[in-house]
């Protein structure tokens, strides 16, 4: 296939980039290079002759027609999104622009080059999502695919809105769509002001390490290369017009998940140990949605699709990366707001 994938530098879309073209996928990659853009998180296909890149922001309407005109994709992966939830109570407009209004653009871009092709039946587009927008969980249950939309935050309600658009494209015009909602990534390539890579390096640097509220707010832990994986599996094999919720099957403390990077650091990086003395409770974001947990029922029964890697397995595979990969992650400490405490507004 030739896929069209919007977001592809950032940590998510990067690792569908890479995990595509290895297996043999054409990729257009489409981004507009915004603060958490990476051109390195691609390097390592940048010269296959399957990748092309385009510097293009999702909310130029006129420069997506013209991508999908050149390219003739055979689908669109749309991942390009603003994402750091801490990010959106500061500034929240961007969240609408790129992520409702950005869709928004997308949708018609793809609607419009579907319709002038004669609805080709292989088309599809698949819409990349998150499980925040189903609110927060009390001590049990799971989301699923129907759960009640119910954001918290300006980041969770503008990818709610989007996720609406799609399924009204889907049923208003017949185009062909998927959907995954997942639950919290990590892995290599993690921007640096999401909470594993700020461990991460807090710790590397004999930092304080940072901890929100008490840090008992629980999340599923989903290795991104898994992700990717899932991702490309609902793209080809995925129902139309259906919807699929992607876990790592990890539920963990944001506390505890903290404490194990610290162990792994201790075992790869002995000097600083113990790394867990650094680790200092902060005042709470507002809005903080306690328990996040996907029930991947759904995907498993009808795709065969499970997580390969467990939470301790890829947070030390992480370590690693961190570790071995300085000249990556050194040049962004200086891109605007890392390492500073955003979202108190």
């Avoid at 999340?219 to 259906?242: F, N, P, Q, S």
């Avoid at 370590?319 to 507004?345: C, H, I, M, S």
């Amino acid at each position: 296939m030739k896929i069209l994938v919007t977001g592809g530098a950032g940590f998510i879309g990067s690792a569908v980039v890479r995990l595509a073209v290895a297996r043999g996928h054409q990729i257009v990659n489409l981004d507009a290079l915004t603060y958490a853009a990476n051109l390195a998180n691609v390097a390592p296909v940048s010269d296959s002759d399957l990748y092309r890149f385009e510097h293009v922001d999702i909310r130029d309407r006129q420069k997506l027609d013209r991508v999908f005109s050149q390219h003739r994709p055979d689908a669109v992966m749309h991942l390009a999104a603003e994402s750091h939830v801490d990010r959106s109570i500061d500034g929240p407009a961007a969240f609408i622009e790129t992520n409702v209004i950005g869709t928004f653009n997308m949708l018609e871009a793809a609607r419009a080059w579907w319709q002038r092709e004669g609805r080709p039946a292989g088309f599809r587009f698949h819409h990349i999502s998150t499980d925040e927008v189903f609110g927060s969980l009390g001590e049990t249950g799971q989301f699923t695919e129907d759960t009640p939309y119910d954001p918290r935050s300006p980041y969770s309600a503008s990818k709610a809105g989007s996720d609406h658009l799609v399924r009204a494209w889907h049923e208003t015009y017949g185009l062909p769509v998927v959907m995954t909602n997942c639950s919290n990534n990590y892995g290599p390539y993690h921007f640096p002001e999401k909470l594993v890579p700020v461990v991460i390096l807090k710790a590397l640097a004999g930092e304080p390490i940072p901890v929100y509220g008490d840090g008992g707010n629980i999340r599923d832990w989903l290795y991104v290369e898994d992700h990717a994986d899932a991702l490309l599996l609902v793209l080809e094999k995925g129902r139309i017009g259906r919807s699929y919720n992607i876990g790592g099957e990890n539920e963990a403390r944001n506390i505890d998940l903290v404490r194990t990077i610290c162990a792994h650091m201790d075992d790869l990086n002995a000097s600083g140990a113990p790394h867990d003395r650094l680790i200092s409770f902060v005042t709470d974001r507002p809005g903080h949605d306690r328990r996040y947990a996907i029930d991947p029922t759904r995907i498993r029964d009808e795709l065969g699709w499970r997580p390969s890697v467990t939470v301790e397995e890829g947070l030390r595979r992480t370590v690693e990366w961190y570790l071995a990969n300085r000249d990556w992650w050194q040049p962004l400490l200086t891109r605007d707001g890392v390492g500073k405490r955003l979202g108190t507004a």
